[in-house]
């Protein structure tokens, strides 16, 4: 392609609207512009990048055995009403972008394919004969993120790489999900990332596992707690570990003090005299069922550590049918306008005790009377410890679970692992963090969306029963971005060379210079024609800007027909290194070649 024939606009400045480097410089470069929030149009050169991308996770996943299809994007809310996602999807978490058709007929648009991937399996699959069997597409979904961001990494539309399979048991889907760990590392590796793959949560769903892959890089959103001895890696949503031993108590006799002022633990360490280890925090939190029942909930925690609220929700889930619930809609701390709709009195916040009153909640239909007591297995063995009184300004230390409180039935790992705890694995080894962008998610689902839809299969036995299903999904879109986040200079993007938009760019610095175009058309056409991917730079502007343009987009190889023609040679420089040499014409396609083959060689398994 030739630059003065292309849709090519650099900017100068760094866009404001634009946080990190990676979505500074996707749009600073031409390769994307912003249509709204959330929104992007992918222009020439992203859409060779993404091509690229879709190429490799094609192969990878075609590799293990998987079909390519396409599902619709329009799904009817029946489906996901089967499936007992459309209130979830459309008002608690809101993230589906839900319609109605001229009939008044419900509709969404897809922000997954769950349901309707299980339709085709109850609609196809018959026999235990026809599996394993596993589908996918690249396509693009839609979700009304609460806070669409950094560009492509967050955005209301991307492309992703979704698949499912169907298994007639779990050996089976078990072997499919390793099949997929390797694909994805192998996805990964071809495309230049470094990554980690982690345990992640996998819901409510339980499941028997789910991991997450994370391309490593400061501006991600999510955190990772690993060990280095590489036995351990998790998302700190699932992290586990063994916290701190507490400290023995200083408290001999049970008492309540006058505490003045001393609402967060930390101004109650340093008026007690206390370690924040010898304290059980009270939180308080509301959840909301999807029957519409409300629960308030007092988890009890030791005060030196923090309520993991994916692992707290995880458990209320579990903790649904107890309300005749299935699912959590919300789960939130109740902030002064909430308490002011159940509170009977003021709460004594800051001071609350694990036995605070039944009689603070309201009679009310939806709302349970009763407090739902939850404790953390940090608070369980301590003893004489210091906690609220239920009256501000008071605590009580000396205090024992079994003589002053009674232990909550539901004892529970519900806290937040922290970089320096000690590992469970081996407690020499301790936990360090690090910033990571989810790129792929791969997940044992089990028969929860084939139960609910009635996708049976007829076993060697002759039973019908409900398909076993594992599901996979990349972030194509995000995945270009994590690449430029990982991968650039103060000049611009560093494409690694499996994933750039070209291979290399032939810069003309002077076009009314003859033999300087005659040379670089002559190397334009070979390249091309040798299958490396070439960009003629023939526009009319300066040397500099030229330079600077090529350095921006983040093109592999510059070649440059400059001074050094006159002895047969045009200089070539590496956009990774700046390495630059005066090389002979009639190797350059021969030695590009070996450049490329031996960078896309070298990251393939
Ligand atoms: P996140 O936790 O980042 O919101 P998710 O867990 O909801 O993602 P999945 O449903 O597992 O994501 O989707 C599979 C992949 O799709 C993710 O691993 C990610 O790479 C990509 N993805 C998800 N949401 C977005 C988005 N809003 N913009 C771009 N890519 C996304
Ligand atoms: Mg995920």
Same mark, same amino acid.
């Given at each position: 392609m030739r630059l003065s024939q292309m849709l090519f606009v650099t900017l100068r400045e760094d866009p404001a609207e634009a946080e990190i480097p990676s979505h500074k410089l996707l749009l600073r470069a031409g390769y994307m512009r912003r249509i709204s929030s959330g929104l992007y149009a992918y222009l020439p050169l992203l859409l060779r990048v993404l091509n690229k991308i879709s190429t490799i996770v094609r192969e990878e996943m075609n590799a293990t055995g998987a079909q390519e299809c396409l599902l619709p994007q329009l799904q009817p809310a029946s489906l996901w009403q089967e499936s007992g996602r459309w209130d979830t999807y459309t008002k608690a978490e809101g993230i589906m972008f839900a319609l109605g058709d001229r009939r008044g007929q419900e509709l969404a648009l897809g922000p997954t394919h769950? *349901?309707?991937?299980?339709a085709v399996a109850r609609d196809t699959i018959r026999s235990y004969k026809q599996l394993p069997l596993h589908l996918y597409q690249i396509q693009t979904k839609f979700r009304d993120e609460i806070r669409p961001r950094f560009g492509l990494m967050r955005g209301r539309e991307f492309i992703m790489k979704d698949g499912y399979s169907f298994h007639a048991d779990t050996d089976s889907l078990k072997q499919?999900? #390793?099949?997929?760990?390797q694909a994805y590392s192998n996805i990964l590796r071809r495309t230049g990332l470094e990554f980690r793959a982690v345990d992640a949560d996998s819901g409510a769903i339980g499941g028997s596992g789910s991991t997450e892959f994370m391309v490593l890089a400061e501006a991600g959103e999510d955190e990772v707690l690993y060990t280095e001895d590489g036995q351990y890696a998790a998302n700190v949503e699932k992290a586990v570990s063994l916290p701190s031993d507490a400290e023995p108590s200083p408290f001999t006799a049970y008492e309540k003090r006058e505490t003045p002022n001393t609402a967060t633990i930390a101004a109650m360490v340093d008026f007690l005299g206390c370690s924040a280890t010898q304290i059980v925090k009270d939180v308080l939190y509301q959840v909301s069922y999807d029957n519409g029942r409300q629960v308030l909930v007092i988890v009890s925690i030791r005060g030196d550590q923090d309520v993991n609220e994916t692992k707290l929700q995880n458990s209320l889930t579990n903790l649904a049918s107890d309300y005749e619930a299935s699912t959590v809609l919300a789960l939130e701390v109740p902030d002064a306008e909430a308490q002011a709709k159940w509170a009977t009195k003021p709460l004594p916040l800051g001071y609350i005790a694990p #036995?605070? +009153?039944?009689?603070?909640?309201?009679?009310? !239909? #939806?709302? *349970? $009377?009763?407090?739902?007591r939850l404790v953390d297995k940090t608070a369980v063995d301590l003893k004489n410890f210091a906690t609220g009184s239920n009256e501000s300004g008071f605590h009580v230390v000396g205090a024992n679970w079994g003589e002053q409180f009674e232990l909550p039935k539901q004892v529970l790992d519900v806290r937040t692992a922290i970089a320096g705890d000690r590992a469970i694995h081996d407690p020499n080894q301790l936990l360090k963090t690090a910033r990571g962008i989810e790129i792929g998610h791969i997940f044992q &689902? /089990?028969? !929860?969306?084939?139960?609910?839809? @009635?996708?049976?299969?007829?076993?060697?036995? /002759?039973? *019908?029963? $409900?398909?076993?299903? +594992?599901?996979?999904?990349? /972030?194509?879109?995000? &995945?270009?971005?994590?690449? %430029?986040?990982q991968s650039y200079d103060q000049n /611009?993007?560093?494409?690694?060379?499996?994933i750039a938009p070209y291979h290399a760019i032939v810069v003309v610095p002077n076009i009314s210079d003859a033999a300087q175009m005659a040379a670089a058309e002559k190397l334009y056409g070979e390249l091309n024609a040798a299958g490396v991917e070439t960009l003629l730079d023939d526009r009319k502007e300066r040397a500099g800007v030229k330079f600077k343009d090529a350095e921006l987009i @983040?093109? $592999?190889?510059?070649? %440059?027909? @400059?001074?050094?023609? !006159? #002895? +047969? !040679?045009?200089e070539v420089v590496k956009r990774a290194t700046g390495e630059a040499e005066e090389m002979a014409i009639d190797t350059v396609v021969a030695t590009l070649n070996n450049w490329i083959e031996a960078a896309v060689t070298s990251t393939a398994s």
């Open positions: 769950e *349901e309707v991937i299980t499919t999900y #390793d099949d997929m760990y #036995d605070l +009153g039944d009689d603070y909640i309201a009679a009310s !239909k #939806d709302l *349970e $009377p009763k407090f739902l &689902l /089990g028969h !929860k969306y084939s139960t609910a839809l @009635g996708a049976t299969y007829t076993s060697e036995q /002759g039973q *019908e029963v $409900p398909l076993e299903m +594992g599901c996979y999904g990349v /972030g194509v879109s995000r &995945l270009a971005q994590a690449a %430029v986040e /611009g993007i560093i494409w690694p060379v499996a @983040g093109i $592999p190889f510059r070649i %440059v027909t @400059g001074r050094s023609l !006159k #002895d +047969g !040679k045009v």
